[in-house]
């Protein structure tokens, strides 16, 4: 008994209850349901075992969807909680497990999945290559990145969630102030990810390198691809920060070590900024293929190519340098004196200098265009003015001396979302739906999408901006109720009404695919955007081989060459060299679960046995000889008819 | 379009409306700090909104002006390369912009980690203000008294908070009088503030702590000099000692109402060692602190 | 799979060549890990609390033993390379042993020196000086337990399948982490135990 009481969630409420049971019958339906239609062996041969770079982009977006709605619960529940004053709907230790999972989840399980879906299914299109360079590795990557975030998603329900903030500052993550197992799950499943994370950066890096097609110099690179590329050269320099804050962190909870405690000479500053080394630059991780994402579709949609690209791609490169040079900013108020907080202060700012750059650019790049207003050019559009809100604002917090007035405030809750929703999450959704028909083969409804666009929009507008108000009113973040007295009632029970209607439009989202899914038309050709660059020279929707002749390319925009003349596919068919699938990376995610769990709960033999048993799959993996398949003329010719009639 | 503007005025009367009727807490400054910053804030409002509005000019016009419904089916959009002239000036206005607020922000860091302007003849009040599991301690080791939850002060004179925690890594912020500085386990930090205008202001802890943070507040009440000092006779004459014992309870994690002792718990408990970002320090050794890189300065507090 | 025999046997192939270019942005994130421990141990060092500081105990002897047995282990290494180049398989199978050997010696010292620390009193909840000091070299003797599971499984396959390109990438790419893993060790060497002892 004593065993299992260790996996009890120790503050129990009936919605934690509630949960239990609907995530086991929807297991049990997911099982059942699989069983019934006989789907088990398809699911294997075509997702669980697959090493192509499309469908691992979609399981990475149906995970981000997912976890979307997670975070979303999450935020749904936080705005209705601070509503009105004095709420007792949820206690203090409810309120902080809720924040803490709803950033660590949006952050962690919900924006960076879906921008390696992007990554995933944009790059090696967009280079003119069959796939990525380790085409297992970047399965590996995806299992990885799934056994963390269901690792942390079960911390609710077994154990209990974490709460000490997603930014884990110790000593409050500490054993000496939280003592049940969350903090655990958020050191170990983050560590896990991030392996995943850190492994997909090196598999893009060298994919852009090593693998564009003929004639496609660096500066031809279509901008999605340059800002993936920047966006994964970060990854590769600040993840393994995380990674040694994040095993310094799990040694002082389970081993006892004094890293970040307050005795023995323990040092809870030094996590902070290990934390922000890394978390800064993680900001730019998700907003720079957002970037990418944009330039993409305001090209298309004004009929004309971006402007100003060289000095796109150097205030990328910029960005990327400076975003290692101001982790200091989130913590000006630690005390570091006022030349410390003069130099980091000066460096924040002057990231705002490159990020103009992109605005004016996006916006020059209208200029004598086309502007058509579909659902992807709707966000785009919405995301200009809204992120330069976000980008002023941000100046705003860097200048330190007023930061100590905004710091730990709601108005720094309304600028990190400011430049995330609009930012992020927009790109997220416009990519969605600029590239759903590429991935599936049909569109999503236009006039669903654009009543999506509206009430995010206008809930955005009405959940955050009244939080830059109310935090110069004086309500600190974090709190899990405030008095009638403090005066910010109204502006919370707006925030609350805002959130509502963005949840309305994320459920919206849904229904447009399901409406989609039903009613669209199929019959939509390769390039229903009338766009301009490589990806959409392909069929659609795409053969696994990607291009049944290597691209000869000649600049960016690949589909204005061909309509001048060129010839983007020269020669004839050749047998393709394909990777093969392998169940490997599916059963060493399955393993790198137990062995997350095991660690969270101080089970020290599953341990053993899980660790040693990742090392038996690279053992095999190196032993292995796997050469890979052809794909023979025969069959491409045959492909390609049936897809050139359809 | 249309629908946009009408939401966006519509939300800005409400926002006036639900903020004209009384001031914004750090918009309300009551001391020099907080004015340094309130006026900080306007002025970056102020250049902010600015560039917002260039910006939703510009986004407006190219809609209004570039949308393909307004124009003939067969006008092809030109190819156009990045023009030097052009982004230089859109590197340039920005550039101009920063340099100009970071010429600000230098300026106000020196003035909020100083005593304040002003006061420098005078001799500051020092409190030391600890935090433990969800309360404030407020010890005043000159006048020998010792505050829980509730802050006495002195207008019109200095006041040197020395901050440090019994637990979790919490902040110190008095909005109206000026912006948070951490409280810390292993350190302690210095915050300088002062009253001018006698009142009863807001406190609290502003970093999330744990379970009780909500209510990890305190009152402020600022009294003229002569005031204080009678506050203080009394305190000494009516409240009971603080012991070591009775510190210890305190220091219980949960929350208690306002209490005062006489003594302060610096006596047996006293502050950590190590102290960090007082003005005398940053003043006059901020420079060769910085210069000569790794001094024993630097590895009290990890890399800058 | 097109082999092009101009280029050395590692660069043969394709696939061979991105092994490479993958393997060495994996060695810059490497380098950040190592750079994150050595920023935290800068930070951690005077922090011993009530536990010793590092001229206290670190002992030359074996120190020096370990610098020697991984500087001739990282020499070793590139004459099997150059074996390899040669295709000569029994002496690139031979150097790779000799470098596991060192390896394992390597290790050997290390376990001791550990253990020896533990035992005076500096084990890894003593302080936070002493938990980063014993991560800092755990971490690189982490690498070098993994790598040499790793060369022994390379030098197997070299064993049964002989030269192939495959084996060859493999073996390359083996050296420049065990060069990589040299280089850590100077820097420990030199801002670890040699500024410790002054
Ligand atoms: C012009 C560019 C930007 C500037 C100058 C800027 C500045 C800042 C500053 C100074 C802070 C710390 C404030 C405080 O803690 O008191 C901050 C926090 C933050 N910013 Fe930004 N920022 C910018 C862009 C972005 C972008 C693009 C993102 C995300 C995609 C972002 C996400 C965040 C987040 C997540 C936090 C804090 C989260 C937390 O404390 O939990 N910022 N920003
Ligand atoms: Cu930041």
């Not at chain 1, 299992?143 to 974490?162: D, E, Q, R, T, Y």
């Not at chain 1, 004639?215 to 320099?237: D, E, H, Q, R, Y």
Request: with cysteine; hydrophobic share 50%.
């Amino acid at each position: 008994m004593e065993f299992f009481e260790r996996f009890a969630v120790p503050h129990p409420s009936p919605a934690i209850y509630a949960s239990m049971v609907a995530i086991g019958l929807t297991v049990i339906a997911i099982i059942a349901g699989l069983t019934y239609f006989k789907k088990w062996g398809y699911l294997w041969r075509e997702w669980l075992t697959t090493v192509d770079h499309k469908r691992i982009a979609i399981m990475y977006l149906i995970s981000a969807l997912l976890m979307l709605f997670r975070g979303g619960a999450d935020a749904i529940l936080m705005r209705a909680q601070l509503a009105v004053p004095d709420n007792k709907m949820l206690d203090a230790q409810h309120y902080n497990e809720i924040f803490t999972t709803h950033g660590v989840v949006m952050i962690m399980f919900m924006a960076m999945p879906f921008v390696f879906a992007f990554m995933n299914y944009l790059i090696p299109l967009q280079i003119g290559a069959r796939d990525v360079a380790f085409p297992r590795l970047n399965a590996i990557s995806f299992w990885l990145f799934f056994a963390g975030a269901m690792l942390f998603n079960i911390s609710f329900v077994v154990g209990g969630s974490p709460d000490a903030g997603w930014t884990s500052y110790f000593p409050l993550a500490g054993n000496d102030f939280s003592t049940s197992v969350g903090t655990n799950y958020y050191m170990i499943a983050l560590q896990i990810s991030g392996l995943g994370t850190l492994m997909t950066g090196i598999n893009m890096i060298t994919t852009i390198f090593k693998m564009r097609a003929p004639g496609m110099t660096l500066m031809k690179m279509p901008m999605f691809t340059w800002s993936s590329l920047i966006a994964n050269v970060i990854i590769v320099f600040a993840f393994p920060v995380l990674t040694v804050a994040l095993a310094m962190g799990t040694m002082d909870r389970l081993f006892g070590t004094n890293f970040f405690t307050t005795s023995n000479g323990g040092m809870d500053m030094l996590w902070a900024n290990l934390f922000w080394v890394w978390g800064h630059p993680e900001v730019y991780i998700l907003i720079l293929p957002a970037f990418g994402l944009y330039s993409e579709i305001i090209a298309t949609f004004s009929g004309r190519n971006l402007y100003g690209y060289k000095s796109m791609v150097a205030s990328m490169v910029l960005i990327s340098l400076l975003s290692f040079l101001v982790w200091t900013h989130h913590f000006f108020t630690m005390g570091q004196g006022a030349l410390t907080n003069s130099i980091f202060s000066i460096t924040t700012m002057a990231i705002a200098v490159p990020t103009g750059v992109k605005i004016f650019n996006w916006l020059f790049t209208l200029w004598k265009g086309k502007i058509r207003f579909t659902v992807p050019m709707l966000y785009s559009l919405g995301f200009i003015p809204l992120f330069t809100v976000g980008g002023v604002t941000g100046v705003m917090l860097a200048m330190s001396a007023a930061d100590y007035q905004y710091h730990n405030t709601m108005f720094l809750v309304a600028h990190f979302h400011n430049t995330i929703i609009p930012g992020v999450v927009f790109a997220m959704l416009a990519g969605f739906t600029y590239y759903w028909p590429k991935m599936f083969g049909f569109m999503l409804n236009e006039k669903i999408g654009k009543w999506t666009f509206w009430m995010l929009t206008v809930g955005f507008v009405l959940a955050f901006f009244p939080m830059y108000i109310s935090g110069l009113d004086g309500q600190a973040r974090r709190m899990y109720t405030y008095s009638e007295a403090a005066g910010f009632s109204m502006l919370n029970m707006l925030s609350f009404v805002g959130a509502a209607v963005m949840a309305f439009g994320f459920v919206l989202i849904v229904y447009n695919i399901y409406y989609s899914v039903r009613y669209s038309p199929r019959n939509i050709g390769a390039n229903p955007w009338n766009a301009r660059s490589l990806e959409w020279a392909t069929h659609t929707p795409v053969p696994e081989y990607n291009f049944a002749i290597t691209p000869n390319v000649a600049s960016s925009e690949a589909l204005r060459d061909v309509k001048n003349g060129h010839d983007l596919f020269p020669g004839k068919y050749e047998k393709i060299h394909m990777p093969n699938n392998s169940g490997l990376p599916f059963i060493m995610g399955v393993i790198f679960f137990v062995w997350g769990f095991s660690f969270v709960f101080a089970m020290w033999i599953p341990l053993i046995i899980a660790t040693i048993g990742i090392f038996a799959c690279m053992g095999y993996r190196s032993a292995e000889k796997d050469h890979g398949r052809y794909i023979s003329v025969k069959e491409i010719e045959d492909t390609e008819t049936k897809l050139r009639g359809a | 379009m249309k629908l946009k503007w009408a939401l966006l005025a519509v939300f800005f009367t409400i926002t006036t409306v639900l903020t004209g009727c009384e001031p914004l807490l750090v918009l309300d400054p009551k001391g020099p700090q907080a004015e340094r910053q309130a006026n900080d804030i306007m002025l970056s409002i102020g250049i902010m909104s600015f560039i917002v509005i260039a910006v939703l000019a510009i986004l407006t016009y190219m809609l209004i002006k570039y949308r393909a419904s307004k124009q003939s089916e067969d006008y092809e959009p030109p190819h156009i390369e990045g023009n030097p002239i052009v982004e230089a000036i859109c590197v340039g206005i920005p550039v101009i912009i920063v340099i100009f607020l970071s010429i600000v922000s230098v300026k106000s860091n020196y003035i909020v980690e100083a005593t304040p302007q002003g006061y420098e003849d005078q001799e500051p009040l020092v409190i030391y203000a600890s935090s433990s599991n969800w309360k404030w301690h407020f010890s005043y080791p000159e006048e020998d008294i010792e505050t829980v939850n509730y802050l006495y002060i002195p207008t019109d004179r200095p006041l040197e908070f020395k901050l440090y925690s019994y637990g979790p890594i919490t902040s110190f912020w008095i909005p109206q009088l000026g912006g948070q500085k951490y409280a810390m386990a292993d350190m302690v930090t210095t915050l300088h503030l002062a009253a001018e205008v006698p009142g009863e202001y807001m406190g609290r802890n502003a970093n999330f702590s744990g379970e009780g943070f909500a209510e990890n507040a305190f009152n402020v009440k600022a009294v003229p000099p002569a005031e204080f000092d009678e506050w203080v006779e009394e305190v000494k004459e009516t409240a009971s000692p603080l012991t070591e014992e009775k510190f210890n309870e305190l220091l219980e994690p949960g929350h208690l109402g306002q209490s005062t002792y006489t003594g302060t718990h610096l006596e047996f408990s006293p502050a950590p060692e190590h102290n960090h970002g007082s003005s005398e320090q940053d003043e006059h050794s901020t420079d060769e602190h910085h210069e000569s890189g790794h001094s024993e300065h630097d590895d009290e507090h990890s890399q800058h | 799979m097109k082999i092009d025999n101009s280029l050395p046997l590692e660069y043969s192939t394709d696939q061979n060549q991105l092994n490479i270019l993958g393997f060495w942005i994996f060695l810059g994130a490497e380098i950040m890990l190592f750079g994150t421990l050595f920023a935290s141990y800068f930070t951690l060092v005077d922090r011993t609390g009530a536990g010793p500081a590092g001229a206290e105990i670190f002992e030359i002897t074996p120190v020096l033993i370990e610098t020697l047995l991984l500087l001739t282990s990282s020499f070793t290494i590139g004459l099997a390379v150059h074996a390899m180049r040669l295709a000569n398989k029994k002496a690139t199978m031979a150097f790779i042993g000799i470098t596991l050997l060192l390896g394992l010696a390597f290790l050997g010292v290390e376990i001791y020196e550990f253990v020896h620390y533990v035992h005076i009193g500096a084990g890894l909840q003593t302080s936070a000086f002493t938990a980063i000091l014993l991560t800092t070299l755990g971490t690189h003797g982490a690498h070098v337990t993994f790598g040499l599971f790793w060369g022994t499984f390379i030098l197997l396959q070299i064993k049964k399948r002989g030269l192939t390109p495959e084996t060859g990438n493999k073996s390359f790419i083996f050296s420049l982490y065990w060069h990589f893993l040299d280089v850590v060790w100077i820097f420990i060497f030199s801002f670890v135990y040699l500024k410790g002892m002054m």
